[in-house]
């Protein structure tokens, strides 16, 4: 897929609010255009970080989820449940094959892709949110892959590092915000450090001594990049 593959919706937005999404000083807001990885092991709450980064933006701005592992009704019920989850500018690429939904017809809020290899529909389905969405967007875009790790049980590494050279280019160009996780316990370092390498800033969680979860942000000059509780 091509970087002409996801020529579309533009935004006029500057910066991207946070708030105390992730709660680390220094990491309230982002410039349009920045990609953002969320790394961590299972369980540490990946999934529901992303949405709620995606819904922060939701009274203004649009929402895209690329989802290869749960569902698009599913999906849309979970970010509803977040603290800010608008499901009217909420839009979503299914391309979990479950059920035969790739041959399910598209609805306005959720397209539907036949499998997670299939990396090309992948971008036809994200090309068909943002012309639904409209050609310029007031309130930016928050464009989302949920997540990688699932994508590279069905492609080669190669081929989603290209595509997601793609889409994280695409962000920058159009000044979106974009967001992705990624679990490196799956993963060979290199590799994972190989996809990190397209990111502007990586939120890293883990699972702290004692219980509980811990977050830093890594690539943001105003945030420390100790760890903190949340």
């Not at 994508?151 to 190669?158: E, R």
């Not at 490196?184 to 699972?207: C, G, I, K, W, Y």
Request: overall charge negative.
């Amino acid at each position: 897929m091509s970087s002409d593959g996801l020529q579309g919706a533009v935004t006029d937005t500057e910066t991207y609010h946070i708030g105390d999404t992730v709660p680390v000083a220094g990491f309230d807001t982002v410039p349009a255009g920045t990609n953002i990885l969320i790394s961590g092991a299972p369980m540490l709450g990946k999934r529901r970080l992303a949405l709620e980064l995606l819904a922060d933006g939701a009274e203004s701005g649009h929402a895209i989820a690329v989802t290869p592992d749960t569902d698009g009704d599913r999906l849309r019920t979970a970010y509803e449940g977040t603290t800010h989850g608008n499901l009217e500018r909420f839009h979503t690429v299914d391309c979990t094959g479950a059920t035969g939904k790739g041959s399910m017809d598209d609805t306005e809020t959720i397209k539907y892709v036949g499998s997670p290899g299939d990396l090309t529909g992948i971008g036809v389905g994200i090309v068909k949110c943002t012309r639904d969405i409209g050609h310029e967007i007031d309130g930016g875009l928050r464009l989302s892959v949920l997540s990688l790790s699932t994508i590279l049980q069905y492609a080669n590494n190669q081929r989603v590092f290209n595509f997601l050279h793609t889409i994280t280019g695409r962000v920058s160009a159009a000044d979106y915000l974009g967001i992705a996780t990624i679990d490196p316990t799956t993963q060979d370092t290199q590799e994972v450090n190989t996809l990190t390498s397209l990111f502007d800033a990586v939120v890293e969680l883990r699972e702290a001594d004692g219980g509980g979860r811990e977050v830093r942000v890594v690539g943001v000059p105003d945030a420390p990049r100790t760890w903190v509780s949340f």
